[in-house]
């Protein structure tokens, strides 16, 4: 007799290579013997009769093995006997493997994704920083002011910022692969536009689609994160994830300083033509596919495939277990349905409520507007030191470009140690119990650390002096940059862990709200400084840090009943 579905899918065989005849086809007494013992249960199932029922299918659903050969009535077993009309083969099951639920995925493979996924979340940061250190030259070359120039940052990060309420739809009915793959190409094509256009408006067009082809290596590895890790194991790859996009800050116009200073700005976008490249055709080929409910629809789909080919061939049936008491199994023309597929609504609708929603969300919801706004301060300081770095340094210090620019190596630096602190803390923390099942234990240890970032603002403010050496104000960036760290990683723990299924809404809207801030804050830093001198501007920035440093301990202490008033935030309490 043949195989069951689960011994032929769990079996040694290769895919695509077909079996010897004998394991998977009866012989003629069997056969005889099949048709025999089978001939009731085939009763409305022969010339493919009997209705098709649809079942829902998950990752944790048994597959059901196939019934007892059954032939279609115009296929007699003489016919099947005569060597003029030989037996149709039967159709070799599909490969389900690449269809396994990501959460089950081995530790390696998903360390591989994180990895590969956060190297490409470094070079889309570090076009953010890169290009700044080419700004002398553009205002040479187009004769532009010192803050129209600047306008590629704020074109760059209004891209970064729209974009993913368009795409996330996108990714949710597609999946990761196909959007990170067509925006992975948008990004190589504008940043050799970057490099090649000859006027400063074709400079604003190609920087704004540079982030959006960027953005969804930003904002969506979040939901990476979340597609293969459940929420306890979430620490450390989001921890990898907020430092690569704070190194690659840092790391930009570290590198493109010395380019600027020996090259033409062009090269710096060359530069990143040729390794974004690379980068991205290394996605293209070892990316896999995490959205679960993707590969999930993809799975029912292969299967209702193969038990199609199955009764074009003249076999019909699959053993499901009976809703009556008295009959275990009976045999059934069975497809496979997914329930996401079914709730899923229409593109365009998606996209409204994508759009509508975050910004819904922000203005009714007190953590969501708190959350967003001590962030996007945070990223918009982050964003101001592209232009306060090489402004203090050449100004106080007489740096070269190359030399201003190589103090980012400080916020690297700063970057990487905030990382491992992220990861070494927690595991320590819940090796004593410290750590509480609930939101807000992911605040604990923000509470303290992101008050770094004013206390960095108020030290670079008032060491930046030439009569007070240049390491000083140095450190100060890399403690201002741990602070940084902490508070971006807070607040994308806390909404997902708070919102759950409006989660990626609530994320949309700090994302929003942090790139739109970032982009305008580069366009004042060199005004306020003056304006203000270094000390003053530098201390009004951390004073208003400081204040937004109370929103982590608001929601320590209060956090559980502010939850209990929220709408969206109850659905998951209740």
Not at 112 to 117: K, P, Q, V
Not at 288 to 310: D, F, I, M, P, Q
Not at 379 to 391: G, K
Request: hydrophobic residues 45%; contains cysteine.
């Amino acid at each position: 007799m043949p195989r069951t579905s689960s011994q032929i899918l769990s079996s040694g065989d290769k895919p695509g290579i077909t079996p010897p005849t004998d394991r998977l086809y009866p012989q003629k007494a069997d056969l005889e013997e099949s048709v025999k013992d089978d001939s009731e249960d085939r009763e409305g199932m022969s010339d493919g009769g009997g209705a098709i029922v649809y079942h829902y299918l998950t990752f944790e659903t048994e597959l059901p093995p196939p019934s007892a050969i059954h032939l279609s009535s115009n296929q007699s077993l003489q016919s099947l006997q005569s060597p003029q009309s030989p037996q149709s083969p039967l159709p070799g099951p599909p490969n389900l493997k690449k269809y396994t639920s990501p959460f089950e995925w081995s530790d390696f493979h998903k360390r591989f994704i994180i990895w590969l996924s956060c190297a490409v979340t470094a070079l889309t940061a570090f076009s953010a920083g890169s290009y700044s250190p080419g700004i002398e030259q553009m205002i040479a070359e187009w004769h532009v002011s010192g803050v129209a120039a600047l306008v590629g940052i704020t074109a760059f990060t209004t891209g970064f910022g729209v974009a993913p309420m368009v795409l996330a739809p996108f990714s949710e009915i597609n999946g990761r692969y196909p959007v990170f793959m067509v925006s992975g190409i948008l990004f190589v094509i504008c940043q050799l536009c970057s490099a090649v256009t000859r006027s400063y408006a074709g400079m604003l067009v190609a920087r704004f689609f540079l982030g959006v082809g960027g953005s969804t290596f930003s904002t969506m590895v979040g939901g990476v994160v979340s597609d293969i890790y459940h929420t306890e194991d979430r620490n450390t790859p989001m921890a990898l994830f907020s430092g690569a996009a704070l190194f690659g800050t840092g790391w930009g116009p570290l590198v493109c300083g010395f380019v600027a200073q020996n090259t033409t700005w062009r090269w710096i976008f060359y530069l990143q033509t040729i390794t974004c490249g690379v980068m991205i055709a290394l996605v293209c080929v070892f990316f896999r596919e995490t959205r679960g409910s993707v590969l999930l629809s993809r799975k029912a789909k292969a299967l209702n495939r193969w038990y199609e080919a199955r009764e074009a061939a003249g076999y019909y049936g699959f053993d499901m277990p009976s809703d009556s008491a008295d009959m275990e199994k009976v045999s059934q023309r069975i497809r496979w349905k997914v329930k996401s597929d079914e709730e899923r609504s229409s593109i365009g609708k998606m996209i409204g409520i994508s759009l509508y929603r975050p910004f819904h969300l922000l203005l009714t919801e007190p953590v969501v507007f708190w959350f967003s706004l001590w962030v996007a301060f945070s990223w918009a300081v982050l964003y101001l030191t592209l232009a306060a770095i090489p402004l203090v340094f050449r100004d106080k210090h007489h740096f070269t470009l190359s030399q201003a620019n190589a103090v980012f190596a400080s916020m690297c630096i700063g970057s990487i140690l905030a990382t491992v602190l992220s990861i070494y803390q927690e595991k320590l923390a819940k090796r004593h119990g410290k750590i509480a099942s609930t939101p807000e234990g992911r605040l604990y240890f923000s509470c303290v650390e992101s008050a770094l970032m004013p206390i960095g603002l108020f030290m670079f403010g008032w060491t930046s002096a030439s009569r007070i050496h240049w390491i000083v104000p140095t450190i100060a960036i890399a403690l201002a940059t741990i602070g940084i760290f902490s508070v971006y990683l807070a607040v994308f723990n806390y909404l997902a862990d708070t919102y759950h299924r409006y989660a990626s809404s609530a994320l949309a809207a700090q994302s929003f709200c942090r790139n739109i801030l970032a982009g305008l804050f580069p366009l004042v830093t060199t005004q306020m400084y003056k304006q203000l001198t270094y000390g003053g501007a530098s201390s009004l920035l951390g004073g208003v840090g400081a204040l937004l440093t109370l929103v982590p301990w608001i929601l320590v202490f209060y956090g559980p009943r502010i939850r209990a008033r929220s709408r969206f935030a109850s659905e998951i309490m209740e």
